[in-house]
T-cell receptor, first 116, second 114 residues
Framework: EAGVVQSPRYKIIEKKQPVAFWCNPISGHNTLYWYRQNLGQGPELLIRYENEEAVDDSQLPKDRFSAERLKGVDSTLKIQPAELGDSAVYLC??????????????FGPGTRLTVT | DAKTTQPPSMDCAEGRAANLPCNHSTISGNEYVYWYRQIHSQGPQYIIHGLKNNETNEMASLIITEDRKSSTLILPHATLRDTAVYYCIVRRGLRGGSNYKLTFGKGTLLTVNP
């Protein structure tokens, strides 16, 4: 079974430039998450999708960050314009939502963003 | 969700058991203990979770104290590939609800030495 795929793996941009990250979740997983991980910290949730709907974007800085999940499969996270403080690893995860019971989140390898 | 406390780092000799502790003294009755790990340059990986009883799978064992205020993740025969940051997370279970959130702390960096 293929895991969560993310691209690019690394990205270096100058501040004020736009950047986009792409995620392809595990086939059949209807829930998709974007996390941000700063150096030395654990991941922090930015946004969660159930199918096409963003059901929790309370932690997404909406002035510069946007996300979409067209057709409820792939997702794109965008930053425009990027700031120095956005340097981090951006992780995508997916899971299969069940009516009852627990489920696990499966993470991709992440995109390491460096803003100079 | 209850907060957790983990030591920042631990060492273990290859082939020996690694015992990673976690304190969660404010855990509620409906909260589960989850463990994830993150190997360098990879995303977090689910290991195991439990509510009250001890749990075991192909990766590890989870021992939860009777009062549920602490737990220990046991890797029975640690290998060099087990070197990673291990996160202990307390999260409410799902019963038709939508409590999905994983709140990561800083975890424990386990270094397995040859």
């Amino acid at each position: 079974e293929a895991g969560v795929v993310q691209s690019p793996r690394y990205k270096i941009i100058e501040k004020k430039q736009p950047v986009a990250f792409w995620c392809n979740p595990i086939s059949g997983h209807n829930t998709l998450y974007w996390y941000r991980q700063n150096l030395g910290q654990g991941p922090e949730l930015l946004i969660r999708y159930e199918n096409e709907e963003a059901v929790d974007d309370s932690q997404l800085p909406k002035d510069r960050f946007s996300a979409e999940r067209l057709k409820g499969v792939d997702s794109t996270l965008k930053i425009q314009p990027a700031e120095l403080g956005d340097s981090a690893v951006y992780l995508c995860a997916s899971s299969l939502r069940r009516v009852v019971g627990d489920y696990e989140q499966y993470f991709g390898p992440g995109t390491r963003l460096t803003v100079t | 969700d209850a907060k957790t406390t983990q030591p920042p780092s631990m060492d273990c000799a290859e082939g020996r058991a690694a015992n990673l502790p976690c304190n969660h003294s404010t855990i509620s009755g409906n909260e589960y203990v989850y463990w994830y790990r993150q190997i360098h340059s990879q995303g977090p990986q689910y290991i195991i979770h439990g509510l009250k009883n001890n749990e075991t799978n192909e990766m590890a064992s989870l021992i939860i104290t009777e009062d549920r205020k602490s737990s220990t993740l046991i890797l029975p025969h640690a290998t060099l590939r087990d070197t990673a940051v291990y996160y202990c997370i307390v999260r409410r279970g799902l019963r038709g609800g939508s409590n999905y959130k994983l709140t990561f702390g800083k975890g424990t960096l386990l270094t397995v030495n040859p």
